[in-house]
């Protein structure tokens, strides 16, 4: 994973340090419910209000069910940028389902979304392939990116692909489960961002921008420019060039800020950091998508022109541990749980009952995680959403944060907390 120092936290390193974690056992009685109690940090020094919407009367069961471990968050919630969608999923005969949504602190508040990104890119890779199928392109076929404008870097070799030739399908497989940077980012390229947009707002998302890639520093006009790319048959013969990319379109202007400072080349800034020219897409919006991936008959206007195989492809690798990888192969620090916030904390398992089908995402103190859960055995499934910024000091780029004080603790409560109900629910 390629992480840029001043703009992401070593959350990898930070998740080991707390990793102890049992799996739920196969049982149909309800788990053991594990609470963490946050402690009482002080919110951020800079406060965006979100807009004000009534809360959902569920989300003041789920805070009666455990004040200590919820009421710094319900107290923080505009301070902390908390964000919450719990969807309950009904099924009627024949299997339909009907969606009933739950919104926490629901508002216009912008946070960033890291990695969380790797599903709208993913899907789009999947509905571009489709589109390249003329040309005799699949998910396997070769890709090989050049490079042709400053900060562009070149890839014509993978040794975690059976033929050594990366492919838009070992980029995807590399994204979701471990958050993998360079991958997401190869898929910028292969889209660009003209692209990207433009179809974000096709299918409706119109407040999404994604403008750059992550984990690199790069200016805004390079990351205007994205590379050349060639695609290869299993013969090495030429199927297909994509030039290189420039996207020339004005966006409207943005406001967005976060932090009350920030540093910049070891020098602090104090004045709220500028996320205008930031990747930005709204928690409904990410929720919106994972329905796509999951339900598309009861989510048409959020769909994007994918197949019901590639739907499949991609909830495979949602759901997917890394242990249950072969290509490509991970060991060490790319342990089950790793990506996995809500309900695991972001700690290690041996195996799991309830599977949480997810994208996830950490940087400058937000954390972000959307995911669809499934118990088969118990017969339970629903979707949760949360997002919260964990940056006590308000300092942007201090490596500071409290993701293992605040934000693991709040998503794997808030995930038991909602598990714990939909068992009580099935009783």
């Known amino acids: 994973m390629i992480v840029n120092r001043k703009a992401y936290f070593p959350i990898i390193t930070i998740l080991l340090l707390t990793a102890s974690c049992s799996a739920p056992k196969k049982t149909t009685t309800p788990p ?3 609470r963490q109690e946050i402690p009482a940090v002080k919110p951020p020094t800079t406060i965006i209000p979100a807009v004000k919407t009534a809360d959902d009367i569920f989300f003041e069961k789920v805070y009666k069910s455990d004040p200590a471990a919820f009421e710094n968050i319900f107290q923080h919630k505009n301070d902390w940028k908390v964000q919450i969608i719990y969807t309950e999923i009904k099924r009627r005969p024949g299997g339909k389902p009907e969606f009933i949504d739950h919104y926490f602190n629901k508002g216009e508040t912008y946070f960033y979304p890291a990695s969380a990104i790797k599903l709208p890119l993913a899907l789009l890779a999947l509905q571009k392939i489709n589109e390249l199928k003329s040309k005799g392109i699949s998910l396997n076929t070769t890709m090989l990116t050049g490079t042709a404008y400053s900060g562009q870097t070149e890839v014509y070799n993978d040794p975690n692909t059976p033929t050594g030739k990366p492919s838009p399908e070992q980029y995807i497989k590399r ?16 889209l660009g961002s003209d692209y990207i947009n433009t179809e974000l707002k096709k299918h409706g998302y119109d407040d999404a921008e994604i403008l750059h890639r992550v984990g690199i520093d790069l200016t805004e006009d390079e990351n205007r420019h994205t590379n050349p790319i060639s695609f290869y048959d299993s013969l090495n013969r030429l199927l297909y060039v994509q030039p290189a990319q420039h996207n ?10 976060s932090g009350s400072s920030y540093v910049n080349n070891s020098k602090m800034v104090k004045q709220a950091m500028n996320m205008s020219l930031k990747n930005r897409i709204s928690l409904t919006d990410i929720n919106t998508m994972l329905k796509s991936v999951f339900f598309p008959e009861g989510n048409a206007m959020g769909n994007f022109n994918v197949t019901d195989q590639d739907r499949l492809f991609l909830q495979k690798l949602m759901g997917q ?39 996830s995402g950490t940087a400058y103190g937000q954390m972000t995680d959307v995911s669809y859960f499934r118990n088969s055995s118990d017969n339970i499934e629903f979707l949760l959403a949360a997002t919260i910024y964990t940056n006590a000091d308000g300092v942007i780029n201090d490596d ?17 907390a909602v598990y714990e109900y939909e068992l009580k629910k099935k009783k």
């Open 321 to 359: 541990d890394p242990s249950e990888s072969v290509y490509p192969f991970y060991t060490g620090d790319k342990y089950n749980g790793l990506t996995k916030y809500l309900y695991y904390g972001g700690e290690k398992y041996a195996g799991q009952l309830l599977r949480s089908f997810n994208t």
């Open 248 to 257: 020339k379109k004005t966006y409207a202007k943005r406001n967005d800020f």
């Open 175 to 190: 994204a979701m489960p471990v958050n993998d940077n360079d991958a997401c980012n190869r898929l910028f390229e292969f």
């Open 32 to 34: 053991v419910i594990i």
């Open 400 to 416: 500071k944060y409290d993701y293992i004080s605040v934000g693991l603790p709040f998503f794997k409560n808030l995930g038991r």
